[in-house]
T-cell receptor
Framework: AQSVSQHNHHVILSEAASLELGCNYSYGGTVNLFWYVQYPGQHLQLLLKYFSGDPLVKGIKGFEAEFIKSKFSFNLRKPSVQWSDTAEYFCAVIQTGANNLFFGTGTRLTVIP | KAGVTQTPRYLIKTRGQQVTLSCSPISGHRSVSWYQQTPGQGLQFLFEYFSETQRNKGNFPGRFSGRQFSNSRSEMNVSTLELGDSALYLC?????????????FGPGTRLTVL
């Protein structure tokens, strides 16, 4: 069965620190990958997505993610976090040709000013 | 364009009752998906509708059902509520819900079962 793992449940960083959130999935076929963010009191929003091509994708608000097929990973990165990045981050995978997302359990990021 | 809207935003029910939640997709979107979000299980797929047809269903009991109307609005129903059904129910819409479509999420309906 397809699954998505986010190993960091809660990450606490100071402003200006660099961020990397891990995401691994288990599925041997072709997948499309997403990172969503849920700011406090707001609904889920798309940060970035990967379908094909350059494995390094850039999203909104300075976020980027790298797809490493051999490691089944799609880690999210940001070189310098801000207090406003405090949120919960979800990695999601969809099998090519399918129509339902599989989500990781989420990583809560707290940025200390 | 207006985003995905869900009503009601909050709901309190007691065990054994049934509940109906509503979702209005972004104008022009024909696919609506429903997800359940709980602290323990995270976000889990319930079902997806496209052009009034359920195309896919997650691993939930038959007490969870849904439908989609000709204007793409969707409802989900949970019968015989259990305490474990307390969750945030999210609706997402996309144009066609192919694997390359972006799903846009609504604010959710917070259901509390007492």
């Amino acid at each position: 069965a397809q699954s998505v793992s986010q190993h960091n449940h809660h990450v606490i960083l100071s402003e200006a620190a660099s961020l990397e959130l891990g995401c691994n999935y288990s599925y041997g076929g072709t997948v499309n990958l997403f990172w969503y963010v849920q700011y406090p009191g707001q609904h889920l929003q798309l940060l970035l997505k990967y379908f094909s091509g350059d494995p390094l994708v850039k999203g909104i608000k300075g976020f980027e993610a790298e797809f490493i097929k051999s490691k089944f990973s799609f880690n999210l990165r940001k070189p310098s976090v801000q207090w406003s990045d405090t949120a919960e981050y979800f990695c999601a995978v969809i099998q090519t040709g399918a129509n339902n997302l599989f989500f990781g359990t989420g990583t809560r990021l707290t940025v200390i000013p | 364009k207006a985003g995905v809207t869900q009503t009601p935003r909050y709901l309190i029910k007691t065990r054994g009752q049934q509940v109906t939640l509503s979702c209005s997709p972004i104008s022009g979107h024909r696919s609506v998906s429903w997800y359940q979000q709980t602290p323990g299980q995270g976000l889990q797929f319930l079902f997806e509708y496209f052009s009034e047809t359920q195309r896919n269903k997650g691993n939930f009991p038959g007490r969870f059902s849904g439908r989609q109307f000709s204007n793409s609005r969707s409802e989900m129903n949970v019968s015989t509520l259990e305490l474990g059904d307390s969750a945030l129910y999210l609706c997402a819409s996309s144009l066609y819900q192919s694997s390359t479509d972006t799903q846009y999420f609504g604010p959710g309906t917070r259901l509390t079962v007492l």
